[in-house]
């Protein structure tokens, strides 16, 4: 009631610290965050850059430059004129620059990932709300515009794999590169005789494709550093091995069923080697904003993705399919997300 | 009972591995603490109503609220005239629930009742507390050991209720109240759970080293007022010498009393020692949402709990004072230390060697589901059960949290099935009150876990609070 009764109960000399943090529980937090995910992420993507420097001449390493450096600039300058923080640190922006520079053909004019940049950045992703709202994947949405609209560039840079190692040849891919045909594209048109005349044996084929060694967009060529890259993701426990594998396993099986000249005659193994299964198993299918959350949803999402290829591949206008097939799948998650809710505490009676 | 060969037991859903940090205080002995010159008594240090001021302690017997509201405090203190001081010696009662649920309340001090003052409580804010100034030479009340097994059912009860025990594992829920089953109600098995799976807290492993006879003497005890023979001690893996100890005990028993306790030991995961998941890992029964544990037949009491269950009836000594764990690199000197209940930490502090200058953040409790004060005249309650003096360099940069970005850590890391991501992001675009479909109302116990691993650093149990609130205020308005 007085003062002096107050202050007795002023216990101790100094009360209170000036400096203490007083943020709620818990107070101690994972060391992963959301930046080191993503710059893990860039990093696992790197090797397959070096192959594809190697196969295709340093023309990949510019494109792959030049669409960073776009999505990286369309991100601060959108978030600048919308008021948001600028976060282009974070990452997010450099994986959707290297991926949309990995989907397109390295023989295409060094200008062409700057409008698919635009597309995938400003319309799929600030537009949407930013960095985990985007319903489509950015840098497949920027692939899909430029092969709206660029089809002859997109469907034509393929280039033939250097094995001479000819200096002249790196420093020139893509000015009078030869242009060639992808596996998929012989495949289809050619049927499997073809695609042997063209690139030797099956075996020969299993070894090229698996270290890269074959026309295809920039870094989608080499399943065994894309193969690396994604088991370091999976160690690191930042992906789950639910949604690659279904996916690759819908594919490799339908394409054994129905990729044949009778049922159960297609070539599994050529088919996740060829076109862009693997970076988009690993890479594209598993980017968390547009896959489900849920480990049953993630195989059913990934087996629908496989499916999907496979339709794309044999039926459809297009050689390669994995593009549409993620993009078609994307719009699915809310429901998978809805179906497959996680298993509740009082529900695991086992 | 799981019976797999080398497997320890194990929670199948959720749960995280943070970084231990128990080696800090996990070898030091049990310390006792020099009496404090003050002690502040919350009236409310449980689950239930607050203790009311004993009778004869103040000339007029009213409900805490009253002290803040009426005239007699109107700034939250209210001083006794000299006449009304009276002198209370160590363990005298001092405060009581008569009949309803509660706890009593006793002093740890010998001294002088000061009167009822508002003190910075680590949950509340502030809430009523009696302040106990030491006075008077200290003497230790002499403690004689009884033979407890002539007791009747009710004899024994009387007495826990009588020294005032609560749940020492968290949510301080009256012990007594506890053990004592209604009518009807038919359990088989009783887990003590010593599994302490918060990171830094070392007391409960403590206690359990050094008084394991008196634990296995608490669970009989407790076992025969259920009327049952069946305890399980629950022990995560990491502390070997407390399993040893108490299995020591429990197998070199003189008198066993047909009582089959044993011990368990626990795979080493957060959160171990929530009763749904040690009960789950121990019988493989899951408690179905909004019941209680006796309906699949268990009774879960925290180690700390059972010794004290066995002070109180073996020795007649009330609950007064408790091991508190007093850890982190942000104090001079870490300790396993018996405290009186109501201890300011400016004692603790000033015990100890003082704070280090790059102390960031003080924590009552564990680091995951502890409260971050800011005053050292924050008093220690029943249920403290540590106080930790983190460093910058122990809990990290305060960031500001990200985005949700969806990748599904927090579904991996609850315990109880829950999506914290989709509640958290309702909660931001204002919908908190839509999240009833999320069905986290009797299930989330904020262990943290969620928040934990989010790597966006967002404040998950923060938000689920938030829905809480909004759910619970939509309910209301549609009542109406």
């Known amino acids: ?350 | 009972m799981k019976n797999k060969a080398n497997v320890l037991p194990d929670f199948p859903m959720g749960g995280i591995h943070p970084s231990e940090r128990k080696e800090l205080t996990e070898h030091l002995p049990i310390e006792t603490m020099i009496d404090p010159p003050k002690v502040a008594l919350f009236l409310k240090q449980h689950v239930g109503y607050p203790s009311e001021v004993m009778f004869n302690l103040i000339s007029e017997l009213h409900s805490p609220e009253y002290y803040l509201e009426d005239n007699i405090c109107k700034d939250g203190a209210c001083s006794l005239d000299a006449s009304e001081k009276k002198k209370v010696v160590e363990g005298e009662l001092i405060g009581s629930t008569k009949n309803r649920i509660g706890a009593s309340l006793h002093s740890g001090i010998t001294g002088t009742v000061e009167g009822i003052y508002d003190t910075i409580h680590p949950v509340l804010g502030k809430a009523p507390a009696i302040i106990v100034s030491k006075s008077g030479d200290a003497k230790k009340p002499p403690y004689t050991k009884n033979d407890w097994t002539s007791y009747t059912r009710e004899e024994l009860l009387a007495k826990i209720n009588a020294a005032g025990i609560v749940g020492l594992g968290g949510a301080g829920f009256p012990a007594d109240i506890k053990i004592n089953l209604k009518p009807g109600v038919f359990v088989d098995t009783l887990i003590l759970n010593g599994s302490e799976c918060e990171p830094y807290l070392t007391c409960d492993h403590r206690v359990m080293v050094e008084y394991a006879h008196d634990i296995v003497e608490g669970a009989k005890i407790i076992l025969k007022i259920l009327g049952i023979t069946r305890c399980v001690i629950g022990i995560e893996n990491n502390k070997p010498d407390a399993i040893k100890a108490l299995q020591q005990a429990a197998d070199n028993d003189p008198n066993k009393m047909g009582c089959d306790i044993f011990v368990q030991p626990l795979t080493v995961k957060y959160p171990h020692g929530s009763a749904d998941q040690i009960m789950q890992s121990i019988t493989d029964r899951v408690r179905p949402s909004g019941k209680r544990s006796s309906s699949i037949g268990i009774i879960v009491q925290n180690v700390y709990s059972t010794k004290t269950i066995y002070d109180a009836v073996a020795l007649d000594k009330p609950f007064y004072e408790r091991v508190v764990t007093i850890s982190g690199r942000g104090i001079a000197r870490q300790a396993n230390l018996m405290v009186k209940i109501g201890t300011p930490l400016s004692d603790i502090v000033k015990y100890l060697g003082g704070t280090t200058p790059d102390l960031a953040k003080i924590v009552i409790g564990g680091p995951m589901m502890g409260v971050a004060v800011s005053s050292l005249n924050t008093p220690i309650t029943k249920t403290t059960s540590g106080v930790l003096f983190l460093t910058k360099e122990e809990i990290g940069e305060d960031q500001q949290y990200g985005p949700c970005i969806r990748c599904g850590f927090c579904l991996d890391a609850c315990p109880m099935g829950l999506e914290p991501n989709s509640i958290s992001v309702f909660v931001e675009a204002g919908k908190g009150a839509e999240c009833e479909q999320f069905g986290f109302l009797d299930d989330c116990f904020q262990c943290g876990s969620c928040a934990y691993a989010c790597p966006a650093k967002r404040p998950l149990v923060q938000f689920i609070g938030l829905a809480r609130i909004k759910v619970e205020e939509a309910k209301k308005k549609e009542e109406n």
């Open chain 1, 1 to 350: 009631m007085n003062s002096s009764a107050k202050e007795t109960i002023q216990i101790a000399e100094k009360p209170y610290f000036d400096n203490l943090s007083v943020s709620f529980s818990p107070h101690i937090r994972s060391q992963v965050s959301t930046e080191r995910i993503m710059w893990t992420v860039v990093a696992c993507l790197m090797p397959s850059l070096i192959v594809s420097m190697f196969v295709f001449g340093f023309q990949t390493l510019m494109i792959t430059a030049v669409s960073v450096i776009s999505c990286v600039m369309t991100e601060a300058i959108c978030q600048k004129m919308f008021k948001r923080p600028v976060t282009i640190s974070d990452g997010s922006a450099v994986i959707t620059g290297v991926l949309l520079a990995y989907v397109i053909p390295p023989g295409v004019p060094i200008w062409m990932p700057i409008p698919g940049a635009i597309m995938a950045i400003f319309v799929t992703k600030i537009i949407m709300g930013g960095l985990g709202f985007n319903i489509f994947n950015p840098a497949l949405m920027g692939r899909a515009l430029l092969m709206a609209s660029y089809p002859v560039a997109m469907t034509a840079g393929w280039l033939t794999p250097i094995r001479d190692l000819s200096l002249d040849k790196y420093l020139n891919s893509g000015v009078d590169a030869i242009s060639t045909a992808t596996p998929l594209y012989v495949l289809k048109h050619y049927g499997l005789s073809g695609l042997i005349d063209k690139f030797g044996s099956l075996s020969t084929m299993y070894f090229d494709f698996f270290f890269g060694f074959r026309p295809g967009c920039i870094g989608e060529t080499s399943a065994c550093v894309l193969l690396v890259g994604g088991l370091v993701l999976l160690y690191k426990r930042y992906i789950t091995w639910h949604t690659p594998v279904s996916m690759m396993v819908s594919t490799a099986f339908l394409t054994w069923v129905f990729g044949g000249e009778t049922y159960f005659s297609g070539d599994p193994i050529l088919a996740v080697l060829s076109g862009g299964i693997i970076l988009g198993a690993f890479f594209m299918a598993t980017d968390y904003v547009t896959s489900p959350n849920e480990k049953r949803g993630q195989l059913v999402f990934g087996a629908g993705i496989g499916a999907l290829t496979v339709l794309i591949r044999l039926k459809g206008g297009y050689p390669e399919g994995v593009c549409y097939a993620i993009l078609l799948m994307n719009p699915l998650v809310p429901a998978l997300d809805q179906w497959f809710r996680p298993k509740r505490f009082s529900e695991g009676a086992s």
